[in-house]
């Protein structure tokens, strides 16, 4: 049938264009009362942009689109290739790939020319976890420009070798659970001014870590080093950390000046310590800047004098639980002045209040800080001070 068009003072509805098959006719919205050209532009701008999302992608591959910006004008392509088996390599991708997942496909190797080619130039985020890859080299990621993730978890590594990564802007490295035996910090400094960047070694097998300083000081704010074979705390002296994680550690103890230099640190993990037995007085007083301390899950902790905690200023919350430790000196109010939360022993949480104290008749009502103990049944808990 011929459509017919509305005259001026006609009774003849508008014209309805049909609406795109990815437009719901129950959720269409009315084009009762509207004029025809906007109803019309509506319907054919709906129109392309469901043919907008339709995207070819490599066999066996999934690609999910995500638009940005007004009218989804700007768009990234997610490429998920996991699972499919080693023979995915070199894998075409899109020319706006920003994500691509090649986990799972059992990759013994990966170099160069795996990840050179149209789509690569623009890709952000790249997860090569759980494979079996045992080498890279210097250039393995060298046209990676862009890229600011990787992901080299659950695999063979043994060693890195040297400025591996040094074209990218990366701000997330994952190498954990890999066969690393030792590390030098130097091969995750950028040869430009480089941003602030998250390295995970966790759970391989490392007993050394060492950094050459004739070289750029790599910007980690983040390092996690559970997990591993370290008996002394590394020196990482110079580098802007802000996260450190040495859990599950052969650190039988610490020693004075082991923090030295990390002045920027806010978070500092000593959780589950193998053999774990002493901190020496004044070990933490280069963390001015501290405002977690996790010494949980260290039974063979049994003392925590005044000295130990000296320099902690800024410290907020003190972790002791599941370790021997159940009395603070006297004085750990003073030595803690922003303190918040100290959980002790078997999990008695000790939070600072402000108490009323006596009335002085030329300075009026007293007040003083002290801690409100309560143990994990909600009970109320005595004041775990020892002088």
């Known amino acids: 049938m011929q459509a017919e068009f509305a005259l001026a003072g006609s009774r003849t509805p ?36 469901c043919i907008g999302t339709t995207k070819t992608c490599s066999p066996g591959c999934h690609c999910e689109v995500e638009s940005f910006g007004l009218f989804d004008s700007f768009s990234l392509t997610k490429v998920d290739c996991s699972g499919i088996g080693s023979h995915i390599v070199p894998v075409p991708i899109p020319l706006d790939t920003s994500y691509l997942d090649l986990s799972s496909n059992k990759l013994e190797t990966i170099n160069e020319s795996m990840l050179t080619g149209p789509g690569y130039t623009t890709l952000v985020s790249l997860d090569l976890s759980y494979n079996k890859i045992a080498k890279i080299s210097s250039t393995t990621f060298s046209r990676l420009r862009y890229l600011e993730s990787l992901d080299l978890s659950h695999n063979s590594l043994a060693v890195l070798p040297d400025e591996c990564f040094p074209s990218s802007p990366l701000g997330d490295i994952d190498l954990s659970n890999n066969n690393l035996l030792d590390i030098t910090l130097d091969v995750f400094a950028s040869k430009g001014q480089g941003k602030p960047i998250n390295v995970d070694l966790s759970n ?184």
Not at 276 to 300: M, T, W
Request: glycine letters at 6%; hydrophobic letters at 40%.
């Open 14 to 49: 508008s014209f309805q264009p049909p609406l795109p098959r990815c437009w719901s006719r129950g959720a269409a919205p009315s084009a009762e009362g509207s004029a025809m050209p906007l109803s019309a532009w509506f319907s054919l701008l709906l129109l392309f942009l």
């Open 204 to 387: 391989n097998m490392i007993s050394a870590v060492t950094r050459h300083n004739d070289k750029n000081i790599p910007k980690i704010q983040s390092l996690n080093l559970s997990g591993n074979r370290l008996k002394t705390v590394p020196n990482l002296q110079g580098i802007p950390l802000r996260y450190l994680n040495l859990d599950g550690n052969p650190l039988a103890k610490i020693e004075k000046g082991a923090f030295m230099g990390l002045k920027d640190l806010i978070h500092l993990s000593l959780s589950s310590l193998r053999g774990f037995r002493e901190i020496s007085p004044y070990s933490f007083k280069e963390l001015p800047n501290l405002q977690v301390l996790d010494l949980s899950s260290n039974p063979n902790l049994k003392l925590l004098s005044a000295e130990v905690v000296f320099g902690l200023s800024s410290l907020q919350e003190l972790n002791l639980s599941s370790t021997s430790v159940s009395f603070l000196p006297k004085t750990v109010l003073k030595y803690l002045p922003t303190i918040k939360s100290i959980t002790l022993g078997k999990n008695v949480q000790c939070l600072k209040v402000i108490k009323e104290g006596q009335y002085h008749q030329q300075i009026g009502l007293t007040k003083k800080e002290v801690l409100s103990c309560h143990d994990s049944h909600g009970s109320v808990a005595a004041a775990p001070y020892v002088s």
